[in-house]
C-alpha cells in the first residue's frame, strides 16, 4: 500500500488526509465518502504546467470527464490550466464555474447539434471535430450564427498504448476520429480546408490511458508530424498545433510504476521537435490532456464495513457501504485497488479477504483477495487512487444515492458535493394521471 500526498498516520493510528482524521470525516459527513486532497490535486496540476508550460511552452488541459464539478474546473483554472469537455454538462459545469471559454476544448465522436450551438454560443477556445458529419454539421451552425469556429481534427494515428506496451498497427477499428493511413484524414483535412465557417488550426489524436510506456507518446508524434507534413506537402497548409491527448499512467497497485511527468514532457518535447526539424516543419504549439494522473491519485473513498461473511475455505467476502455504484471500475474492467482500514492504521494483515459491494451484482466486488487487519462491521476501510473516473462514472444503480465529495486541506474539509439523499432520486420520476387516479382509488376503497 502506497499513502501518496498528505496522507499520514496519525497519533490516533487513523489515517489522516489533508490534515483531517479521516475516521471523523466519515462521522461527520458519513460514508462512502470521496475526499480530494487538494494539496496533491493541485500539485499534479503544477507538475503539468512546469513541465510543459513552463518549460516547452506547451499548453497542458484537464480533461474534465476524470472528475469534474464546479469546486474542481475552479482549482484547475487557478493553476493555470485549460479544460477539455466532452459534453454539454462537463461544459456547463465550466461555464457555471466560471471558466474562461477560450481555454476550453471541446472534444467527443458525436456531439448534438445543440451541444454544438452551445459551444459556440459559449464561444470555447477550440472544437475538435471527430468526423466528417460532425465537421458539416458545425460548418452549417457556424455559418448560421455568423461566425468562424477554430478546429481541431481528430486523428486515428494507429498507435495505440496500454499500461505496459503499445501497437503500432492495427488500431484502425476504433470509434474515434479519422484514420490517417487509409486516407480518411487526409480526405477530411482537405473538406475541412474548403468550409468558409470553420477555421483548421491542428490535429488531435488520444493514444490511450493507464500508459506507462513513454515510447508510444514519441511514436505517436512521430507518426502525428508525418501527418503534418505530408498535409503541407499536398495541400500547403501548416498546422500550428498538436494536441497529444492525455494518457500517462499512475499508481493503482503493487507493480504499477508511473513514469514522472517531467520524462513525459521531455519524451514527449523532443520527439515532436526532432521530427520537426527531419522535415524541415516549424515545431507546432504542442498541447496535453492530462486527467487521471492529476485526479487519480489525489482521491480516496471511505466506507464503512457492515456484514462480514466466512466461506471457509473458498473466500471470506467484507460488505461495505458504497460498490459499483460509486466506483464502476472495478466490474467494468477489473481495475485493481488497495486500500487500508483507517481507524487502525498500525495493525499489521492478518487474513486475505474480498471487498464486496452493496449492489445486487455478483460482479461488485471492489477488492478481490487483499490482506487486511481483521476487520470488523464499523470499521472504516479506505480504498486509494479513487479521483479519478469515480464519480464522473458513479450511477445510482439499486437507487443508492451517490456519496459526498469533500476538499480537504490542512485540516479544513469542505463539502464540494452534496451526498444524494431519496428526494434525489424521485427528482425527475413523473407519475401519470391515470395512475395516481388508480392508487388513490386503491387508497380510499380500503
Ligand atoms: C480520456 C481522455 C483524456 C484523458 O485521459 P487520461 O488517461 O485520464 O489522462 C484526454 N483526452 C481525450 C481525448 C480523452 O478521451
Given at each position: 500500500m502506497k499513502l501518496q500526498g498528505t496522507m499520514q498516520v496519525n497519533q490516533k493510528n487513523h489515517l489522516e488526509i489533508g490534515g483531517c482524521d479521516t475516521v471523523e470525516l466519515a462521522r461527520e459527513f458519513g460514508t462512502p465518502l470521496y475526499v480530494i486532497d487538494e494539496t496533491l490535486f493541485r500539485q499534479n496540476c503544477r507538475a503539468y504546467y512546469q513541465a510543459f508550460t513552463e518549460s516547452y511552452g506547451a499548453t497542458v488541459i484537464y480533461a474534465s470527464k476524470t472528475l469534474s464539478n464546479l469546486a474542481v474546473c475552479s482549482m484547475v483554472e487557478q493553476e493555470g490550466l485549460g479544460l477539455d469537455v466532452v459534453s454539454g454538462g462537463e461544459l456547463y459545469t465550466a461555464a457555471k464555474a466560471r471558466f474562461p471559454m477560450e481555454r476550453v476544448y471541446f472534444h467527443g465522436n458525436n456531439k448534438s447539434p445543440e451541444e454544438l450551438r452551445m459551444a459556440l454560443e459559449y464561444k470555447?477556445?477550440?472544437i475538435v471535430v471527430d468526423n466528417r458529419y460532425e465537421l458539416e454539421t458545425l460548418n452549417n451552425l457556424?455559418?448560421?450564427?455568423?461566425?468562424?469556429?477554430?478546429?481541431l481534427l481528430r486523428l486515428s494515428p494507429g498507435v495505440e498504448a496500454h499500461t505496459h506496451e503499445y501497437i503500432k498497427t492495427?488500431?484502425?477499428?476504433?470509434?474515434?476520429?479519422?484514420?490517417?493511413?487509409?486516407?480518411?484524414?487526409?480526405?477530411?483535412?482537405?473538406?475541412?480546408?474548403?468550409?468558409?465557417h470553420v477555421q483548421l488550426t491542428g490535429f488531435h489524436c488520444h493514444i490511450g490511458s493507464q500508459i506507462f510506456e513513454l515510447q508510444s507518446?514519441?511514436?505517436?508524434?512521430?507518426?502525428?508530424?508525418?501527418?503534418?507534413?505530408n498535409v503541407y506537402r499536398e495541400t500547403g497548409f501548416v498546422?500550428?498545433?498538436?494536441?497529444?491527448?492525455?494518457?500517462?499512467?499512475?499508481?493503482?497497485?503493487?507493480?504499477?510504476?508511473?513514469?514522472?511527468?517531467?520524462?513525459?514532457?521531455d519524451v514527449l518535447m523532443t520527439a515532436v521537435k526532432n521530427t520537426a526539424a527531419a522535415l524541415d516543419l516549424p515545431v507546432p504549439k504542442v498541447i496535453?490532456?492530462?486527467?487521471?494522473?492529476?485526479?487519480?491519485?489525489?482521491?480516496?473513498?471511505?466506507?464503512?464495513?457492515g456484514a462480514i461473511k466466512d466461506i471457509p475455505g473458498i473466500r471470506k467476502y467484507v460488505a461495505v457501504d458504497g460498490g459499483m455504484g460509486d466506483n464502476p471500475r472495478p466490474a467494468l474492467y477489473q481495475s485493481k485497488y488497495e486500500a487500508c482500514v483507517a481507524n487502525r492504521m498500525h495493525e499489521q494483515?492478518?487474513?486475505?479477504v474480498s471487498i464486496a459491494g452493496k449492489c445486487c451484482e455478483s460482479g461488485d466486488m471492489l477488492i478481490r483477495d487483499i490482506a487486511l487487519p481483521s476487520l470488523q462491521p464499523g470499521d472504516i476501510l479506505a480504498v486509494l487512487g479513487t479521483g479519478a473516473y469515480n464519480y464522473s462514472m458513479s450511477m445510482n444503480y439499486n437507487r443508492l444515492p451517490r456519496p459526498a465529495m469533500i476538499l480537504v486541506n490542512n485540516g479544513r474539509a469542505d463539502l464540494i458535493v452534496r451526498r444524494?439523499?431519496?428526494?434525489?432520486?424521485?427528482?425527475?420520476?413523473?407519475?401519470?394521471?391515470?395512475?395516481?387516479?388508480?392508487?388513490v382509488k386503491l387508497a380510499s376503497s380500503r
Open positions: 470555447v477556445g477550440r457556424a455559418g448560421e450564427m455568423g461566425v468562424k469556429v477554430n478546429i492495427g488500431q484502425i477499428d476504433s470509434k474515434f476520429g479519422l484514420v490517417i493511413e487509409n486516407g480518411m484524414a487526409m480526405a477530411g483535412v482537405k473538406r475541412a480546408l474548403q468550409l468558409p507518446y514519441a511514436h505517436a508524434a512521430e507518426v502525428m508530424m508525418g501527418f503534418v507534413h498546422a500550428e498545433e498538436l494536441n497529444m491527448g492525455g494518457g500517462l499512467g499512475i499508481y493503482y497497485y503493487q507493480g504499477d510504476r508511473p513514469r514522472p511527468v517531467k520524462e513525459y514532457a496535453v490532456e492530462p486527467g487521471r494522473s492529476i485526479a487519480g491519485p489525489a482521491g480516496i473513498t471511505l466506507y464503512t464495513v494483515p492478518v487474513e486475505k444524494e439523499d431519496y428526494c434525489d432520486l424521485i427528482r425527475n420520476d413523473v407519475m401519470p394521471d391515470r395512475l395516481r387516479s388508480n392508487l
